[in-house]
């Protein structure tokens, strides 16, 4: 591998070739010597006796790990020793990260994301400033040295953000559409999605399961569409009859949603199905009971009933709150399933802290 500059092995050969003219004139053998080693040196690029005295060691090294990287790369790519100290990198990864020193300094980058690992590879993103980077790690064959290469991933994932952000706004959207008709305010559904998610974690569902609950929950009155308005808007109590048809909003909700396959309406079928069902199987569409219930219809049917008392409407006043709590101890096992129950009553002020959040 080289380790002279350019100019050194120009200098070399213009030196070597008078000097090979002097030692031919001056039929000097040592001269001629030198002559031949200074042209040869120059022409190979590279100089033992550099080397010995480590006279451009690092133009030497970086050349060697130049040597080990694809020719054109654009984006950043690190080397790391055993050590995990940065022992080189590319003109892209020192504009990205120009303090960048270890391996330990890469991950304290924050949101540095694990997306995968296997024996001689592991996969990770990280962030710097707006732009987001994945990178691959390597471990180089032959060397004691890992390569982590770079990829500007950021309008991938922006990309795929505003897809999520699209997603979320029409959910939001078609679940104010079914409250709408039946006299609720955009912001109930909003506290349902806070709320769910609240309960989905204290649960021990995991953040991504409950990320999905607070999207798909404000979508569970969305089979309202269908319920006629002489039904939806009548006055006083609803008969036998119209109660039957009030109830079907929970199977056309779900039938509305569970052909597509994405997560969100996945779940928002689920949401949809399920909300009305009670934990001790009086309920409906189906009458299921129990664990039978996905979690995310129990989470939803206990929120939406806590927050239609707990909170104020146009048409009615809030509960007080001691009211609410002790119907949620009433219905403990009967409507609600009771660990859900007990799980909000524990942490009620969080709960109570979303409510006034969003208030209508
Ligand atoms: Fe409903
Ligand atoms: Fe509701």
């Given at each position: 591998m080289s380790n002279l500059f350019t100019y050194e092995n120009h200098a070399r050969l213009l030196l070597g070739m008078a000097l090979l003219i002097y030692a031919v004139t001056a039929h000097s053998w040592i001269m001629g010597a030198m002559a031949v080693m200074l042209i040869y040196t120059g022409a190979i690029r590279y100089c033992p006796v550099f080397h010995s005295l480590g006279i451009n060691r690092e133009l030497a090294e970086q050349r060697f790990h130049l040597s080990l990287l694809?020719?054109?790369?654009p984006e950043p790519v690190y080397l790391f020793n055993k050590q995990g100290e940065l022992v080189f990198r590319n003109n892209s990864a020192r504009d990205i990260l120009p303090h960048l020193r270890s391996l330990e300094d890469l991950h304290d980058q924050?949101?540095?994301?694990?997306?995968g690992r296997g024996p001689e590879y592991a996969i990770e993103g990280f962030r710097d400033g707006d732009k987001r980077y994945l990178l691959h790690y390597q471990a180089l064959e032959n060397t004691d040295l890992i390569a982590a290469y770079g990829f500007n991933v950021t309008e991938l994932i922006e990309a795929n953000e505003e897809i999520i952000e699209t997603q979320k706004e029409l959910v939001y959207r078609m679940g104010e559409i079914g409250e709408t008709r039946s006299k609720e305010t955009g912001n109930h559904v909003k506290r349902v999605a806070e709320y769910s998610k609240q309960l989905a974690l204290l649960s021990g569902l995991s953040r991504d399961q409950a990320e999905l609950l607070k999207m798909a929950s404000p979508m569970h009155d969305i089979g309202k569409v269908a319920i006629p308005d002489s039904v939806l808007n009548k006055p006083g109590r609803l008969d036998a009859a119209d109660w039957e048809i009030m109830k079907t909003h929970a199977s056309i909700g779900r039938d509305l949603l569970c052909h597509s396959d994405r997560p969100i309406l996945q779940a928002a079928a689920i949401v949809a199905g399920q909300h009305h069902e009670k934990w001790d199987g009086n309920?409906?569409?189906?009458g299921r009971s129990g664990e039978d219930i996905h979690i995310y219809g129990r989470i939803t049917a206990l929120v939406d009933v806590f927050d239609a008392l707990a909170s104020a409407r146009v048409y009615k006043q809030a509960w007080p709150l001691e009211d609410v709590v002790q119907l949620l101890r009433e219905q403990r096992g009967k409507h609600f399933d009771p660990v859900l129950v007990d799980l909000l009553l524990d942490n009620l002020d969080t709960f109570l802290a979303i409510r006034d959040q969003h208030q209508d």
């Open positions: 694809p020719g054109h790369n924050n949101d540095l994301t694990d997306f309920g409906y569409p189906d």
